[in-house]
């Protein structure tokens, strides 16, 4: 099983999410992170005073997936989440070592 | 008596209460989210401090029989209001109780106005101790200098020496308050220093919506502020109405537009801004001008106050939210403004410099003004350092970085941690003092 961590644009999330859907993902955990990559932050102005926003919002999904989906699962998030331009963010595939259910017990692949 | 006149004066005084919980609203929305709750509280004890000695003795001390020089009423004219239930009281056209009223809340926002300057770093108890002394001996004198005028509330009472001698033209309050208020905020930000991380960390607005909020119940309330210092429904009422919504709205627009060249964008927080700044400087010259004039004044106001508002990174002083460049200059060019602007056709009837009028009204606002301020900004210093020396002033660094709230208040503001139904794991539980008993529960 594969842990895949995604980090996109906010705007991007709604159709991030029907891909997976319509791939047949059924559960994911979704977060909103700040943070910075090359695309640094942002300038605000209040009352002539420049600010620097070092950290811009940013949503992150986490997905537990077999071995054999986590590369379609990538390739469906890097597809959807594109614009091109600088700030599109990372996705990036971990190694799971077992995943338990916690209403049935299940394990691993059952789990999911 | 006149029944129009008093609905008037009463419906003004609840307008101009108004604005103190609107800057509350104003404030709170610049300061961070973990000192908005301090900074509201600043004005709300306000409301509830003056409330109390202005029924006390406030009063008497700015409207009572001049003790000497127009400098100070008499205390014991009025102690407690005595005498003033009688009908036979009344101030012009007005029952005495009416007027107390409106004078009441302008006391009242003068000391809000201050703690703007002093944002997230002072203690409550000391702030409550400034804010008597600094009622008592800074805006009861002045306020007798510029709004008591000699047999407006006695028979044969003599009033301020600016109102009556120097005939300086302050309609309501460009100096009694704004100049007043700024003057003190630059005293008191220099006696308790700066904010941990002035200048270098970002102290962003924390919430702008209750900034636009807090400005918009701001100019509402102006008008009982300006309109209802006509102390009639009348002819002046309308004028200073119609004035104080020209200022504003070229002040908005002002503000914008320096934004825009300077900056780049126009901001939701220059509109509030730019709308203060309107509002503060159409104050002492809404009865001697035109409308057109009240334009000018305000168009000019959102520029200056909006450059002035950098001034305070480059002298360093910390005007956390700019009361200094807001109200002090706002106020300063306001008084000015009516010996430059005034125009014999409105209301006071005075021609200023460029309507022909020479510098006669001129020298008599800068005098006004410059009294003002000198004398607000000198015994608030003192004030300031007395308390800082004695029982302190300032919270501790550490407990400015954990912010005010919930040092001072044992509170914090918001509490975004429940989420899909009910109290999330860091909303904390219900103490064992608090948390009902079992047989309480049974019940």
Not at chain 2, 176 to 192: C, D, K, R, S, W
Not at chain 2, 211 to 237: C, H, P
Not at chain 2, 322 to 331: E, F
């Amino acid at each position: 099983m594969k842990l895949v961590t995604a980090v996109i644009k906010p705007h991007k999330w709604e159709d991030v999410r029907e891909a997976l859907e319509t791939f047949g993902v059924t559960g994911m955990t979704v977060s909103e992170v700040s943070g910075y990559g090359r695309q640094k932050g942002h300038t605000e102005v209040y009352r002539g005073a420049e600010y620097d926003i070092a950290l811009v919002p940013k949503i992150r999904i986490e997905i537990v997936v077999d071995n054999d989906d986590a590369d379609d699962v990538v390739g469906i998030i890097v597809k959807t989440a594109q614009t091109g331009r600088i700030g599109d963010g990372k996705v990036w595939v971990s190694p799971v070592e077992t995943v338990v259910r916690v209403r049935t017990g299940d394990r691993d692949e059952a789990a999911l | 008596m006149d029944t129009g006149d008093t609905a008037w004066v009463l419906t003004s005084a609840a307008l101009v209460l108004l604005m103190t919980p609107g800057l509350a609203l104003f404030y709170g929305g610049m300061v961070r989210s973990k000192s908005v709750l301090n900074m509201m509280m600043m004005s709300f004890s306000s409301l509830a401090l003056i409330g109390v000695i202005w029924v006390l003795y406030g009063y008497s001390l700015s409207f009572g029989n001049d003790l000497g020089g127009g400098l100070l009423g008499d205390p014991t004219d009025f102690w407690g209001l005595k005498g003033l239930m009688s009908p036979d009281a009344l101030v012009f056209t007005v029952p005495s109780l009416a007027f107390v009223a409106f004078q009441s809340v302008f006391a009242i926002i003068t000391v809000a106005l201050i703690s703007g300057a002093i944002a997230d770093r002072a203690r409550f108890g000391p702030w409550l101790l400034f804010s008597w002394i600094w009622a008592t001996i800074v805006y009861f004198p002045v306020c007798h200098w510029v709004f008591d005028f000699n047999g407006s509330t006695g028979t044969d009472f003599v009033g301020g020496w600016i109102a009556n001698n120097l005939k300086a033209i302050d309609f309501a309050g460009g100096t009694a308050v704004h100049i007043n208020a700024g003057a003190a905020g630059l005293a008191l930000a220099l006696v308790l220093g700066k904010r941990k991380g002035f200048g270098k960390e970002a102290m962003r607005p924390h919430n702008l919506t209750l900034v636009m909020i807090g400005a918009g119940l701001l100019w509402f309330g102006w008008f009982g502020f300006n309109a209802g210092s006509a102390l009639g429904a009348n002819t002046l009422a309308a004028v200073t109405w119609m004035n104080t919504l020209s200022a504003t709205a070229a002040a908005a627009l002002g503000w914008l537009l320096l934004e825009k060249i300077r900056d780049g964008k126009p901001t939701s927080l220059g509109a509030a801004s730019g709308i203060v700044a309107g509002l503060v400087a159409i104050t002492p010259s809404c009865s001697s001008v035109s409308p057109i004039g009240a334009l000018i004044i305000g168009f000019l106001a959102g520029i200056f106050c909006a450059l002035a508002v950098g001034l305070k990174y480059k002298f360093g002083y910390d005007d956390s939210l700019d009361v200094v460049g807001v109200h002090l200059i706002g106020g300063i060019w306001g008084t000015l403004s009516v010996g430059l602007l005034a125009t014999a056709s409105a209301p006071a009837a005075v021609d200023g410099l460029f309507y022909g009028g020479g510098v006669d009204q001129l020298w008599r606002q800068a005098v006004g003004a410059g009294a003002v301020l000198a004398f607000s900004f000198i015994v608030t210093l003192v004030i300031g350092f007395a308390i800082e020396k004695s029982i302190g002033f300032r919270i501790s660094e550490e407990e400015e970085v954990e912010g005010i709230d919930g040092v001072e208040h044992a509170e914090s503001a918001y509490d975004f941690t429940g989420s899909g139904g009910g109290s999330g794991f860091a909303s904390g539980h219900l103490a064992a003092a608090t948390a009902p008993t079992q047989e309480g529960v049974n019940a």
